[in-house]
């Protein structure tokens, strides 16, 4: 069985391509970072060091690794033989994988059984997005894409740091996982995934995480920032901080209990279980990597906008999400280009026309006056 996998980085390598091949898989990881590529190809196993409670060591080999920029003939040929495809690029990235990704479907001989893609990406269904980037570019003479592939959403989670200079290609990860694979496209034939959990239905489970563990990541990283520290863990020690989190995830808690009917009960034990994952101080997280990409997490169906959108057409105001908002708004790292791009928005844009850019919504929206105010008051402190 063979998987290749685009994206070599942190979920890549520490939780991706350790579940696959931990379920047999050869994996074949592809990349467009060259130093990386060639550390792969070069080595036969690298180390996943989980921290945290009952910590551990797994051994990841049977891997290879192409440079799906300059070797893209070979990825082609790769995923013309392969069972299964999955990403961990970003979800800004799909676009630029997807035609390597559909000349590898249109390159499969007649009778292989159908490529299973997912991508794995902090998203809302990023699989669709990637389907149809690969719809895109699909050759209709070829034959059907519907028959040469299938597609399946997923939902992932673990914390994986960015890793330490010098620590070559082994991995620090927390010991929590949970993969949540849609099992509907497969029609029976899902892959054999240990570790992974196959769901009829997926929706709930999407949101909950983004709205749940990404949510609350991204408040800790954005208050964390504004509060001048450097860690995640050391954030959530800050008891303003940890409140303002708290908050935010009890107002994301009653959406999604409103909304998809779980149980108060359990999603108060996911909500304590995860501000417990951000408390792990053997995990190396910083708020610049958590908080990374503020445009992306202010967008319309995101961890903010997302919930507080959907609050604010139920006529509740989401204090502690606008609250989350403003800081992320205040998220000025100069090595982040969207934070340096948010910057230059709020600077040369008016509210209004700021508030539309960043957040996609639209100024009917219930939500919006109180976004704009926030924005207001970011452009008069600069
Ligand atoms: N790190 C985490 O804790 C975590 C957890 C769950 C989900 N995710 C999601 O996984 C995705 C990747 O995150 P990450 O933290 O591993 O980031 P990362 O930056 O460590 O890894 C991304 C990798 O994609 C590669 N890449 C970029 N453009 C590419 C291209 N055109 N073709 C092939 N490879 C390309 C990069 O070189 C890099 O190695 C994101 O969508 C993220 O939201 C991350
Ligand atoms: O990857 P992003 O930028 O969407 O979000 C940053 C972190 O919140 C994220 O990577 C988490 O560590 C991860 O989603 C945990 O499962």
Aim: charged share 20%; net charge negative.
């Amino acid at each position: 069985m063979k998987a290749v996998h685009f994206g070599a980085g942190n979920i890549g390598r520490g939780f991706v391509g350790l579940l696959l091949h931990e379920a047999g898989y050869e994996v074949v990881f592809a990349d467009v970072a060259s130093e990386l590529i060639d550390q792969l190809a070069a080595a036969d196993s690298y180390q996943v060091h989980e921290v945290g409670e009952q910590p551990a060591v797994r051994t990841v080999d049977n891997f290879r690794a192409l440079n799906s920029g300059s070797q893209e003939a070979d990825v082609v040929a790769e995923i013309a033989t392969a069972d299964i495809v999955t990403t961990a690029v970003g979800p800004h990235i799909l676009k630029f994988v997807a035609p390597v990704i559909a000349r590898g479907i249109a390159a499969r001989a007649a009778g292989l059984p159908p490529l299973q893609v997912m991508a794995c990406e902090n998203a809302i269904n990023a699989t669709d997005l990637l389907r149809a980037e690969v719809e895109g570019r699909w050759d209709t003479a070829v034959g059907s894409l519907a028959g040469a592939a299938v597609f399946a959403n997923t939902a992932v989670d673990r914390i994986v740091p960015n890793q330490a200079p010098g620590q070559g290609l082994d991995v620090t990860v927390e010991t929590f996982y949970e993969w949540v694979i849609d099992r509907t496209p497969f029609a029976g034939h899902a892959p054999v995934i240990p570790g992974a959990t196959f769901v009829d239905e997926l929706g709930p489970y999407i949101e909950r995480k983004l709205f749940t563990v990404n949510t609350g990541h991204a408040s800790a990283a954005y208050f964390g920032f504004e509060a001048g520290l450097e860690k995640i863990s050391d954030a959530m020690a800050d008891q303003d901080v940890a409140a303002d989190v708290r908050a935010v995830l009890d107002e994301t808690k009653e959406l999604l209990v409103a909304k998809h009917g779980f149980n108060r009960d359990e999603q108060e034990a996911y909500v304590q279980k995860i501000l417990g994952r951000f408390t792990n101080p053997h995990l190396p997280d910083t708020v610049n990597r958590v908080g990374r990409a503020p445009l992306r997490k202010l967008s319309r169906n995101e961890r903010f906008i997302g919930p507080a959108a959907e609050l604010a057409e139920r006529g509740i105001v989401p204090e502690a999400l606008l609250g989350a908002m403003a800081a992320a708004l205040r998220f000025n790292d100069p090595a982040d280009a969207e934070a340096v791009e948010l910057g230059k928005i709020l600077a040369e844009s008016s509210a209004e026309e700021a508030t539309a850019k960043i957040t996609g919504l639209a100024a009917e929206h219930p939500l919006f006056p109180a976004v704009r105010s926030l924005v207001q008051e970011r452009q008069t402190e600069s």
